[in-house]
């Protein structure tokens, strides 16, 4: 068996913590976050530096090895859990934060490192880093970059990508690309940095990260809005979008998925009068951006109720009605997740027309729906519904690109839609997009089966 030599190859370059066989320390990296995704891998592989990732990929290449690349494994379309016996290539041991340059506002920080700790390391220099998500003690920055993550506060700094300021990376081959410098201007050519950023760990395995910091702001303010419908909530983004600069984050939540993260946690409702839809809306600046929400929160139609945090505390508690849904819906069975934008235009329409699509296709299957509203990025979670059965998938995505949206606003293709990618994307687009796929990883040893779809005849 190729795998045997390859395994004993990399065991004699990584030592024997390297290379992980035992079935019930491998079966933990083969099923993911959600429990939907699962499959056989051949061995564990924990390499510790750069140049350890590079020997394993020059092993695996030689032999054309399939591998799939891991950080935390919180990722929720099957992106990175194996399928017919890879070797999980797990990055968990790159941690280190580098020493932050006060003068740049940057950091470079190791593939490894779970979200919070780069957060941490931020906060210590004064600064933060701008992508947060409910998973940030978990996931990793390598994990975030592969995946393009998106996160809480996207409406205010963007996504993973516009982050990154450069990136170390292992090419299939084994041979090491590393553009650190951090140059503010830098307009040499292809950006890989954008380029390896999304690309769900089917072109290169991301090893260290150069990340631009933003300011700290101490000033904060969260607030919980009930209103009529999702029209109202729609209307209220433009309206805050222009009149408070300082926001940070415009999530909805439904009353549904509230009462079930309150059942599941034990909480008190967030609102007294129960509205029908919820609406955390959070600022932060260097001065206190409170009256600047409350006057705006004041003149918008729909609201029903509101609840102001006044200390750190509430703010968390509050933020825990949105946060805790991923983690409430769990307790149901694996869910199916459906992570779609849509345009402003149309995100009401879809939120009321979704539900019914889903029973109209499984009767006993219950939509579960919140998100980003700020971004236009709906998670629509489907549970009471067979792993498998992809129907119900098929009627929700092709809704959404009915009506001008993306089958994926931030957790990226995986094994989940890849079936669908053509829905949004264009013949040429896709064909454009295997041409880099083949030219970077020409014996298609990276991620199988993720993100480019399977070429039919
Ligand atoms: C979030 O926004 C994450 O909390 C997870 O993107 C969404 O659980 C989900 O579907
Ligand atoms: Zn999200």
């Not at 695996?60 to 090895?65: K, W």
């Not at 990508?161 to 201007?185: N, T, Y």
């Not at 006057?295 to 509101?306: F, I, M, Q």
Request: proline content about 5%; aromatic content about 2%; charged content about 20%.
């Amino acid at each position: 068996v190729p795998h045997d030599r390859v395994l004993r190859a990399i065991a004699a370059e990584l030592g024997a913590a390297g290379v992980v066989t035992d079935r019930d320390r491998v079966a933990s990296h083969t099923t993911d976050w959600t429990g939907r995704f699962t499959g056989e891998a051949a061995a564990l592989v924990r390499p510790s530096s750069t140049e350890e990732v590079a020997a394993v990929l020059a092993r695996c290449h030689e032999a054309g090895v399939a591998v799939v690349p891991q950080g935390g494994n919180t990722g929720l379309v099957g992106g990175g859990v194996p399928r017919h016996g890879e070797i999980v290539l797990h990055l968990g041991r790159l941690r280190g934060v580098e020493p932050v340059d006060e003068g740049a506002l940057q950091v470079t920080v190791s593939a490894g490192e779970p979200l919070a700790g780069l957060q941490a390391a931020a906060a210590d220099a004064g600064l933060a880093y701008a992508v947060d998500l409910a998973a940030r003690d978990t996931a990793t920055v390598g994990g975030t970059i592969a995946t393009n993550a998106g996160g809480l506060h996207v409406l205010r700094w963007g996504g993973t990508r516009q982050q990154l300021m450069g990136i170390e990376a292992v090419l299939a081959d084994g041979r090491v690309v590393s553009h650190l410098g951090g140059l503010v201007k830098d307009n040499t050519g292809y950006d890989l940095a954008g380029l390896l950023c999304g690309s769900e760990g089917t072109l290169a395995v991301v090893t260290r990260a150069r990340l631009r910091l933003v300011p700290r702001h101490e000033a904060r303010v969260v607030a919980m809005v009930g209103f009529v419908d999702v029209a109202a909530a729609v209307g209220a983004v433009a309206r805050w979008r222009r009149r408070v600069a300082s926001l940070t984050a415009v999530e909805v939540v439904l009353a549904a998925g509230v009462d079930l993260v309150c059942e599941v946690g034990g909480l008190p409702p967030p609102l007294a009068s129960r509205p029908p839809v919820l609406v955390l809306v959070e600022a932060a600046d260097r001065d206190d951006p409170t009256a600047a929400v409350a006057s705006a929160v004041e003149a918008t139609d729909g609201v029903l109720d509101v609840a102001v945090a006044t200390n750190e505390r509430e703010a968390a508690a509050l933020w825990r009605y949105r946060e805790d849904h991923t983690l409430a819906i769990n307790t149901l069975g694996p869910p199916h997740k459906l992570d779609v934008t849509l345009p402003m235009a149309a995100l009401a329409r879809f939120a009321a027309e979704v539900p019914d699509a889903v029973t109209a296709v499984e009767p006993g299957a219950r939509t579960w729906l919140f998100g980003h509203l700020g971004d236009g990025n709906l998670h629509v979670n489907v549970t009471d519904l067979a792993p498998d059965d992809d129907r119900v998938d098929d009627v929700v995505l092709r809704l959404v690109a009915s009506l001008g949206g993306s089958i994926s606003a931030e957790h990226g293709i995986g094994r989940a839609k890849r079936r669908w990618l053509d829905l949004v994307r264009s013949p040429a687009e896709i064909d454009a997009m295997r041409a880099i796929k083949h030219a970077l990883d020409p014996r298609g040893i990276l991620n199988p089966g993720v993100l480019v779809p399977e070429r039919t005849a």
